[in-house]
């Protein structure tokens, strides 16, 4: 028996939904290149290639975003926990972990657990998520939730309760690159946990609270705001060789840097890159984005530095901070837009370990004393 620690290189699942080549930079979502998907699909196309294998015809697309914009209202009890939640000031990924395992109280199939069943379930998740994060964040401010408009796409209807009117179709069109972006990732760590509890033939519900805590932590889903906190933090162009020496030199780690699998750069970074400097450049000041790049670069040559030949790139999360800003998001919301879009990539893996099953149970070495008596 060998330990692998962290699991890394470990095999663990096949699946059909999404293809990460760390080497060679490239990330392919159910036979499709990142690059052509992310700046052409909406996530409701993206949904579909996750949950049916392919894109929709254009009768099948309308008739899917029609089933989606019915499921958004969120139930009674869904409320309440969340103006608690919102009273407690808790952090949007808390409210939408607590959120999710309320929604079994308005399932009438609540226990069956067929395919059929979750793929109605898979639907309502990633209907309700915007309305939940959304609404909690108005909760947050103080401000009344608000119903869904029907005629509003998934991130229309996101961005409209963050910032109460008509969505801006150039926000809208970022956060469908952002969301289609991360939408699946192989087996990283929220949707392996996720599949795990699906393996033991556990619920949706259950599979998606688990995956929501997963992502929550600052080494998978948590970087992106402190990655911009940090871009904030430095400034000046000046400032930055000076701030990070400091950082690495106590040896703390850059957020928005480094990964399990790519030891060359996140190609989700060059995408989210694109579409923040099409954000800015649009709004006509581009210091924040000039900023972000000097900064990554000085990055960069600092991690080769202190790091050396650890290939340390930058990964998703520094551009995600950009893009999410762009369209106007605070940093606290970063990781619960993180985790509305990958519903897609969770809900499909659950779907797929579910169709063909086997129960994960890994072994541990022991390392503890042998040998103990009991003392009467
Ligand atoms: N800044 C400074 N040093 C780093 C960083 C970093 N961001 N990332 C790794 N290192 C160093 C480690 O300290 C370690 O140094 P050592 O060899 O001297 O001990 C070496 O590089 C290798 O690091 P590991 O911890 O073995 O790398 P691992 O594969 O476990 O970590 C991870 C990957 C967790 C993403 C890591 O790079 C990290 O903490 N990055 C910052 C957090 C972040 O950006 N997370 C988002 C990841 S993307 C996503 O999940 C969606």
């Known amino acids: 028996m060998t330990t692998v620690a962290g699991l890394e290189n470990a095999v663990a699942a096949q699946t059909r939904l999404s293809h990460v080549d760390g080497q060679a930079g490239e990330l392919i979502i159910a036979g499709y290149p990142l690059e052509e998907l992310a700046p052409n699909a909406t996530y409701e ?14 009768a099948e697309l309308e008739a899917f975003q029609r089933a989606l914009r019915r499921e958004r209202a969120l139930p009674a009890v869904t ?18 972990r607590m959120a999710v395992s309320t929604l079994p109280v308005t399932d009438p199939n609540a226990q069956d657990n067929s395919l059929e069943a979750n793929r109605l ?40 309760l963050i910032h109460g009117k008509q969505p801006d179709p150039a926000f809208e069109k ?7 972006t991360v939408i699946d990732h192989g087996l990283n760590a929220s949707t392996f946990a996720a599949r795990v509890i699906t393996s033991t033939l556990s619920d949706m ?9 997963a992502l929550k932590g ?7 705001g402190p990655a911009l906190d940090m871009v904030f933090e430095i400034g000046t162009l000046e400032n930055a060789e000076p701030y990070l020496r400091k950082k690495l030199e106590a040896g703390e780690r850059l957020m928005g840097f480094g990964h399990r699998v790519y030891k060359v750069r996140d190609p989700r970074a060059d995408v989210l890159a694109q579409a923040a400097q099409r954000l800015f450049d649009r709004a006509g000041d581009r210091s924040l984005y000039q900023l972000a790049l000097g900064v990554e670069q ?36 970063f990781s619960a837009v993180f985790a509305i879009g990958r519903m897609g990539g969770w809900t499909a893996h659950v779907l797929e370990q579910l ?4 129960l994960i149970r890994p072994q541990s070495q022991y390392v503890g004393p042998l040998g103990r008596r009991w003392q009467s």
């Open 298 to 333: 000085m990055a960069l040559r600092l991690l080769e530095e202190y790091k050396p030949g650890r290939s340390l790139q930058t990964n998703v999360e520094f551009f995600t901070a950009l893009v999410l800003h762009g369209i106007g998001l605070e940093s606290p919301l």
């Open 355 to 358: 169709a063909n099953n086997r």
């Open 121 to 160: 379930r898979a639907l309502q998740l990633a209907a309700k998520a915007p309305m939940i994060v959304g609404n909690y964040w108005r909760m947050l401010q103080g401000k009344e939730p608000l119903d869904s408009k029907p005629e509003l796409s998934q991130a229309g209807q996101f961005l409209y």
């Open 205 to 213: 519900y259950s599979a998606i609270t688990g995956a929501i805590g």
């Open 218 to 224: 600052p080494l998978h889903g948590g970087a992106p």
């Open 174 to 180: 970022a956060l469908n690159a952002y969301w289609v």
């Open 79 to 96: 409320g309440y926990i969340l103006q608690q939640a919102a009273q407690a000031k808790l952090p949007p990924m808390d409210a939408l």
């Open 45 to 58: 196309q993206a949904l579909c290639l996750l949950w049916q294998g392919q894109l929709p015809s254009r």
